[in-house]
C-alpha cells in the first residue's frame, strides 16, 4: 500500500465511528500522510452569548483535523497535550476550515500545528497538538 492508501483507509476506519465528529456537522475534505482538512459548519446551536462561534467548538474542529493527520500512519494516536490561541471569532452561518500538518514525528511522539480560518480566509484560531502512539493499528495490514 502507498502511503496516500494508507492515510485514507486510516481515516476510512476512524471516520466510520466518529460521532462527535458527525454531530457538530464536520467534513473531512482532505487526508494524506501527516495532514488533515477538516470543514465545520457555524449553526445557531454553536452560538455563545456574544452571538459568535463558542471557543469549544473551535477547538473541537481543530483537535479533529489534529487526531486525523496524527492517525493517517495506520498507527493508533492521542492526543498528549493540545493548546488553542483565538485570533479571530467564528461567525454564524460560516464554513470553518481546519488544515492540520505534521510538524515532527520522532518515534512514538508527533508534533501538529492546525490553522482554523473563516470562509474569508482570515485565521480564527492556532492549535499546537502533540501526540502520542499507543498500541494498535487502525487496520492489519498486508504484504499484497
Known amino acids: 500500500m502507498t502511503p496516500q492508501e494508507i492515510a485514507e483507509r486510516s481515516a476510512a476506519a476512524m471516520w466510520s ?11 473531512l475534505t482532505r487526508i494524506a500522510p501527516g495532514q488533515a482538512t477538516m470543514t465545520m459548519p457555524v449553526r445557531d446551536d454553536m ?12 477547538f473541537t474542529l481543530a483537535d479533529t483535523a489534529f487526531a486525523y493527520a496524527c492517525n493517517s500512519h495506520n498507527a493508533l494516536v492521542v492526543a ?20 492540520a500538518d505534521e510538524i515532527s514525528l520522532t518515534g512514538r511522539s508527533g508534533v501538529y500545528d492546525v490553522l482554523v480560518t473563516g470562509e474569508d480566509g482570515r485565521k480564527v484560531a492556532l492549535f499546537r497538538g502533540l501526540s502520542r502512539q499507543i498500541k494498535g493499528q487502525h487496520f492489519e495490514e498486508t504484504d499484497q
Open 17 to 27: 465511528k466518529d460521532v462527535a465528529a458527525h454531530a457538530a456537522g464536520m467534513e
Open 80 to 99: 498528549q497535550e493540545n493548546t488553542i490561541t483565538f485570533l479571530a471569532p467564528g461567525k454564524h452561518g460560516e464554513l470553518l476550515t481546519a488544515v
Open 47 to 58: 452560538l455563545n452569548g456574544h452571538s459568535i462561534c463558542h471557543g469549544g467548538y473551535i
